[in-house]
């Protein structure tokens, strides 16, 4: 939000005005700091005048904290000619805001209330996710309620008056907590290109959790222990007894979902070749 504060002065004619600025809560005896100089409105505000002393202030993204009284500078070519134009514009600022907890885990209820420190009779209110308007919730005028939390309710969420939908809530972001999804499991060769006796295989596990996944462990199908963890699991030289269903166990702080992957290591086959001077040349096969 943005707004504009204006007026107009005079000067005797004998004086010649050097500067104009804004200034905020003037205090008599303390110096006075033009405010486009101050870091809390640094890009925030543009001053105008024109021949006619017209004079304005442009204020942009508007905040609760800007509730000040801001007063018209003018500097002459005199010293002691200096004014100050009081009581100037006493800011109060209505505040549209949302609450709710910042953070929830997936299956509990919340809910989301918009509120105003402006007098309102009856209002309506227009709910937004994520900029889009928000109709598939539960919305109760003022309030969005979240029967069962799920990872998709995760998003930022504004409130805005019906009529003044321009002038929307500052953005409440809430975050769900939830366990691994979608654990999956890839297979990579190092060097032969096929899972064969003596090649070397990664598995690498990955999945989707808030917050991130911390303990990777990875398990092989009968065994009762552990193989390996880590985000990735390498098998160097691998020999054929290795064939057999692995999978990895996923884990946060909300619970933990495994992902399987079959590895099939094939045998080399070797061929054997007979001497020439035969009456003909045969090939045989055997697994070692």
């Known amino acids: 939000m943005r707004l504009f504060m204006s007026g107009t002065f005079t000067h005797p004619e004998n004086l010649t005005v050097n500067e104009t600025f804004w200034i905020i809560d003037p205090v008599k005896g303390v110096k006075k700091t033009d405010l486009s100089k101050d870091p809390d409105y640094s890009g925030r505000v543009k001053f105008f005048t024109d021949k006619q002393k017209l004079f304005s202030l442009k204020l942009s993204d508007v905040m609760k904290k800007d509730e000040h009284q801001f007063c018209f500078r003018i500097i002459t070519n005199v010293e002691k000619e200096r004014w100050l134009g009081k009581p100037g514009v006493q800011l109060r600022v209505t505040e549209l805001r949302v609450e709710a907890h910042e953070e929830v885990t997936e299956g509990q209820t919340a809910d989301l209330t918009c509120k105003t ?100 462990t990875w398990f092989k199908e009968g065994g009762t222990s552990p193989v390996g963890s880590g985000h990735s699991y390498s098998i160097i030289n691998i020999p054929a007894d290795h064939t057999g269903l692995y999978y990895c166990e996923a ?28 009456c003909s040349e045969h090939t045989a096969t055997s697994e070692q």
């Open 117 to 216: 420190t402006c007098s309102l009779t009856d209002p309506t209110f227009i709910w937004y996710k994520n900029g889009r308007p928000l109709t598939t919730k539960t919305i109760k005028n003022n309030q969005v309620h979240l029967q069962t939390v799920s990872s998709e309710d995760a998003g930022s969420y504004s409130c805005a008056v019906r009529g003044s939908q321009y002038l929307c809530s500052t953005a409440h972001n809430l975050t769900v907590r939830y366990p691994p999804k979608r654990v999956s499991v890839s297979i990579s060769l190092m060097n032969s290109g096929k899972t064969v006796e003596g090649s070397s295989v990664t598995l690498t596990c990955s999945s989707d959790g808030n917050p991130p996944v911390k303990n990777y």
């Open 251 to 278: 884990q946060n702080d909300h619970g933990a979902l495994n992902g399987t992957v079959m590895v099939t290591v094939k045998k080399w086959r070797v061929g054997v070749h007979y001497p020439s001077d035969r």
